[in-house]
C-alpha cells in the first residue's frame, strides 16, 4: 500500500460543492489502495476578514497574535474537509500543524521547519483514515503557534511526505500541469510531461507560478518526486523529479518571465571607492532582494554597479541607499523602469554550447534590445524593455521550438 500526500489547491476550498468534489477525489485515491495524507492552504478571505477584526480591536496587534489569526483558517479549511469525508462514510481526522508534530524555529525572519514529530500521523493513517493537515503552520520551542507565510503549504506537504516515507506528493493548482510557457500570453505553449528539478526551481525563482520554489528546493534534497495536476479535473499532470530521459527532448525546456523590474545603476568616483559586498550588505539587512548584477570597470571611465529589483521593493531600496551613501562612498543612483525579464530554462544548456547566442541572436533580429544578462548552466535571463515582454517570450518559445517539443 504507497503512501501519497496530496497538497490542497486554495480554489477548491472556495465553495461547499468545491469542497465535497475534492473529498470525493481523495476517497476515490484511498479506495484505489492508497494511504492518504492531505495538507489545506488556508481558504481565500478568510485571514483578511480576521485580520481587519484584529485592526479595529487593537491597532497594532503581537506578531504572536498575528501569527495565531493567520493559522486558524487553515485550521478551519481543515476541519471542513474532514468533514466532507466523514459525511460519505469513509474515516477522516483533522490535525492542526502542532498535533501532526510540525516543529518550526524562526530564522532571520522567516519561518521554517526544524522536524516533524509524524507518529500521531502514522497512528492516524494505520487507523485507516484519511489525514487532513492544515498547512503552513507549526509550533515554536516556546509552544506558540507560527505561519510559514508563502510557500508553506506545499513546503509542509514536502516535508511531511518525507517524514513517513510518501511515494511522491500531489500538488494539485488551477493549471493542469507545468507548461513550455505561460499559456495565457504564449498560445503555443505545452505541457511537460516530465521535469527536472533544477529546471523547476530556476522556473519557479524565474516567475512561474507553478508551485513555491522552497518547496521544489526541499523535494530535491529529499529526493521526493512532485506530480502537479489539475486540483478541479482528472488530467494526467508534470512529473518533477531529479533525472528525465533528455535524449527524447529538447535543450530548452521552458520560458519565463517577469514584469515591473527595475534597474538600479550606482556610480562611483573611483574604482577604489566601490565595493560590491558593501552595497549589497546593506541592502540585503533590508531584506531587498537583489536580481541581475552587472559590473563595469573601464579605464578612464567612471565606474558603476548596476542591479534589478522587484517593483515593490524600489521605494524601500531608493531610502536605504540614501541612508548610507556616505559609508557606500558612491556618487550617484539612478534608475530605469518599464523593464521586464525573459528567461529561458533547460538542463540541455549544459552539453550544449550556443545557447545563449542564439538567444540573443533572435531577440536581434526582432529588434529587442537587451538592457542585462545573467546565465547559470541551465537558464539565460535578459532584461528587456516591458512591451517588449510577451513578442520575446514567443519568439524565444518558436525559435527553440518548443510548441513541437515531443517526449
Avoid: C
Avoid at 16 to 24: G, H, L, N, R, T
Avoid at 94 to 113: D, F, R
Avoid at 303 to 319: Q, R, V
Amino acid at each position: 500500500m504507497s503512501t501519497i500526500v496530496v497538497k490542497i489547491d486554495s480554489a477548491t476550498l472556495t465553495t461547499p460543492e468545491k469542497i465535497e468534489q475534492i473529498a470525493v477525489r481523495l476517497i476515490e485515491q484511498k479506495n484505489a489502495g492508497n494511504k492518504i495524507v492531505a495538507v489545506v492552504p488556508p481558504i481565500e478571505n478568510l485571514e483578511e476578514k480576521l485580520l481587519q477584526f484584529a485592526q479595529v480591536l487593537n491597532g497594532n496587534p503581537s506578531k504572536r497574535e498575528h501569527h495565531a489569526l493567520s493559522t486558524l483558517n487553515t485550521q478551519v479549511a481543515s476541519s471542513l474537509l474532514a468533514t466532507s469525508i466523514v459525511k460519505k462514510g469513509v474515516k477522516a481526522v483533522s490535525l492542526n500543524g502542532w498535533q501532526a508534530g510540525i516543529e518550526v524555529v524562526e530564522s532571520k525572519g522567516n519561518v521554517l521547519i526544524q522536524d516533524i514529530k509524524h507518529e500521531y500521523i502514522i497512528e492516524h493513517l494505520n487507523n485507516d483514515e484519511v489525514v487532513i493537515v492544515a498547512g503552513s503552520q507549526g509550533i515554536d520551542g516556546k509552544r506558540n503557534i507560527l505561519s510559514m507565510g508563502e510557500g508553506g503549504p506545499e513546503t509542509t506537504a514536502v516535508a511531511i511526505g518525507a517524514a513517513i516515507n510518501a511515494e511522491h506528493i500531489e500538488i494539485l493548482t488551477f493549471h493542469d500541469g507545468i507548461y513550455t510557457a505561460d499559456p495565457a500570453i504564449v498560445k503555443q505553449a505545452r505541457k511537460l510531461k516530465q521535469i527536472t528539478f533544477d529546471e523547476m526551481l530556476e522556473l519557479a525563482n524565474l516567475g512561474s507560478a507553478y508551485i513555491h520554489p522552497r518547496a521544489v528546493e526541499l523535494a530535491k534534497i529529499v529526493e521526493l518526486p512532485l506530480l502537479v495536476r489539475s486540483g478541479t479535473e482528472k488530467l494526467e499532470g508534470t512529473l518533477i523529479k531529479g533525472e528525465v530521459d533528455m535524449e527524447k527532448n529538447l535543450i530548452v525546456r521552458g520560458v519565463a518571465y517577469e514584469a515591473d523590474i527595475i534597474r538600479l545603476t550606482v556610480g562611483y568616483d573611483s574604482y577604489e571607492q566601490s565595493s560590491l559586498a558593501d552595497i549589497f550588505t546593506t541592502l540585503a539587512e533590508h531584506k531587498i532582494d537583489v536580481d541581475i548584477i552587472v559590473q563595469a570597470v573601464i579605464d578612464g571611465v567612471k565606474p558603476t554597479i548596476s542591479f534589478s529589483i522587484a517593483k515593490e521593493d524600489f521605494a524601500e531600496a531608493i531610502k536605504v541607499l540614501e541612508r548610507n551613501k556616505a559609508a557606500l562612498m558612491f556618487s550617484f543612483a539612478d534608475f530605469e523602469v518599464g523593464l521586464a525579464k525573459v528567461s529561458i530554462v533547460g538542463a540541455g544548456m549544459v552539453s550544449n554550447p550556443g545557447v545563449a547566442a542564439r538567444m540573443f541572436d533572435r531577440l536581434r533580429k526582432e529588434k529587442i534590445l537587451v538592457k542585462m544578462v545573467s546565465t547559470s548552466e541551465i537558464k539565460v535571463s535578459v532584461v528587456v524593455p516591458q512591451e517588449e515582454m510577451v513578442l520575446a517570450a514567443n519568439v524565444l518559445h518558436n525559435e527553440f521550438n518548443l510548441a513541437e517539443m515531443t517526449e
